[in-house]
């Protein structure tokens, strides 16, 4: 297995808050997708859990590349969880066509936060 990218954000979770108490529903429904937006909405601190999504779509734009375009967007770049609470990344429609034209097949994601900060990397591999 090699590395294709590796890709780092660090969101502050004060920000997000201001993003959310000024733009909530256009901001919230432009980046994250409705099973993001349903587990989120679930937390009582809702912004350290939006701010997690928000890096690790970052941080996989910068894994991959690209940044944000009109190949790669926010709607197609998921975060999940699996039984056990482990975050993983689902990608959709040409951001996952892309990917897949890339050799990528194998993406891992770490979530951490706090109070202030949330941080992601991502680890993109052929």
């Not at 959310?20 to 009582?44: I, N």
């Not at 996989?60 to 770049?77: L, P, Y």
Request: hydrophobic share 45%; proline share 2%; net charge neutral.
């Amino acid at each position: 297995m090699n590395i294709f990218g590796i890709g780092i954000d660090l969101v502050e979770i004060a920000r997000m808050e201001k993003i959310l108490a000024s733009q909530e529903t256009a901001f919230v429904c432009r980046v994250f997708t409705p099973a993001e937006r349903d587990y989120c909405e679930g937390k009582p601190r809702r912004a350290e859990h939006y701010a997690a999504r928000f890096a690790a779509k970052e941080a996989f734009m910068k894994a991959f590349g690209t940044g944000w375009t009109s190949v790669v967007t926010w709607q197609e770049i998921e975060v999940g969880r699996d039984a056990l609470g482990k975050p993983f990344l689902e990608l959709h429609g040409s951001t996952r066509q892309a990917a897949e034209e890339k050799g990528i097949r194998h993406m891992f994601l770490s979530l951490s936060h706090t109070r202030c900060c949330a941080a992601a990397q991502v680890v993109l591999c052929d």
